[in-house]
């Protein structure tokens, strides 16, 4: 395939196939909830009128949620963007901390898909997640964005939750891609006193919680 065929699939990289189950009407209804509470708060962008969000059920027993876009955006611009939520996580009791710390996550590259153009943006993030070092940087961005938000002890209840349920491999994987519930304890620590660091460590995220340390110690004896 040529290299701009390759771009044009990348909105059908995030799309999922068949389902165990659907998520029952609670469960779309709980999620919704949430989502529409975040649009209000701390993801205001996203309260645009103009941006639909749908919910559908994924079955992909590598991700739990995943955020994406729809072909229209991708081609035409239209706001129209698509959460995706395995039901397995209500069968193993999501708390709705986590859920909600997770979706927060989620609706972060909602708001990049948003902010960002199909060139400039939309497809930079699809090669990006193909590649191992720059997905870990982006994730790590998306979570410190979190952090800014104050949604940063959300997203550590879910790590908590999710990380008993993984595989060892797996959760090797997780702890290098995303920021650690040690990591979002360090970073709720220092982002009242020190927000400059927040926001400098989104544009060049530490790779884990001594790079973090580090950093913090080099900028407050300088």
Same mark, same amino acid.
């Given at each position: 395939?040529?290299?701009? *065929?390759?771009?044009?699939?990348?909105?059908?990289?995030?799309?999922?196939?068949?389902?165990?189950?659907?998520?029952?009407?609670?469960?779309?209804?709980?999620? =919704? %909830?949430?989502?529409?509470?975040?649009?209000?708060?701390?993801?205001?962008?996203?309260?645009?009128?103009?941006?639909?969000?749908? @919910?559908?059920?994924?079955?992909?027993?590598?991700?739990?949620?995943?955020?994406? &876009?729809?072909?229209?955006?991708? !081609? *035409?611009?239209?706001?129209?963007?698509?959460?995706?939520?395995?039901?397995?996580? *209500?069968?193993?009791? @999501?708390?709705?901390?986590?859920?909600?710390?997770?979706?927060?996550?989620?609706?972060?590259?909602?708001?990049?898909?948003?902010?960002?153009?199909? =060139? %400039?943006?939309?497809?930079?993030?699809? !090669?990006? @997640?193909?590649?191992?070092?720059?997905?870990?940087?982006?994730?790590?961005?998306?979570?410190?964005?979190?952090?800014?938000?104050?949604?940063? !002890?959300?997203?550590?209840?879910?790590?908590?939750?999710?990380?008993?349920?993984?595989?060892?491999?797996?959760?090797?994987?997780?702890?290098?891609?995303?920021?650690?519930?040690?990591?979002?304890?360090?970073?709720?620590?220092?982002? &009242?006193?020190?927000?400059?660091?927040?926001?400098?460590? =989104?544009?060049?995220?530490?790779?884990?919680?001594?790079?973090?340390?580090?950093?913090?110690?080099?900028?407050?004896?300088?």
């Amino acid at each position: 395939m040529n290299f701009m *065929f390759k771009l044009f699939l990348i909105p059908f990289l995030f799309m999922s196939s068949s389902v165990a189950r659907e998520l029952s009407d609670i469960e779309e209804r709980r999620v =919704i %909830r949430i989502i529409e509470n975040l649009r209000q708060t701390s993801h205001v962008v996203l309260g645009n009128k103009r941006v639909r969000i749908a @919910i559908h059920s994924i079955d992909n027993p590598q991700y739990f949620f995943e955020s994406n &876009f729809t072909i229209g955006r991708f !081609l *035409f611009g239209i706001n129209k963007y698509r959460v995706g939520v395995n039901p397995i996580v *209500f069968d193993k009791n @999501i708390s709705e901390e986590a859920l909600e710390g997770v979706i927060a996550h989620e609706l972060v590259h909602t708001e990049d898909y948003f902010l960002g153009s199909t =060139i %400039r943006t939309i497809i930079p993030i699809g !090669l990006k @997640i193909m590649r191992k070092k720059a997905r870990r940087k982006y994730e790590r961005q998306t979570d410190l964005k979190l952090v800014k938000k104050g949604k940063g !002890l959300k997203m550590k209840a879910y790590r908590l939750w999710q990380y008993p349920l993984l595989e060892e491999d797996d959760l090797k994987v997780k702890k290098k891609e995303y920021l650690t519930p040690s990591e979002f304890d360090f970073l709720e620590e220092i982002r &009242f006193l020190y927000p400059e660091l927040i926001e400098k460590w =989104i544009k060049n995220p530490p790779m884990s919680l001594e790079g973090f340390r580090s950093e913090f110690n080099k900028f407050i004896n300088s």
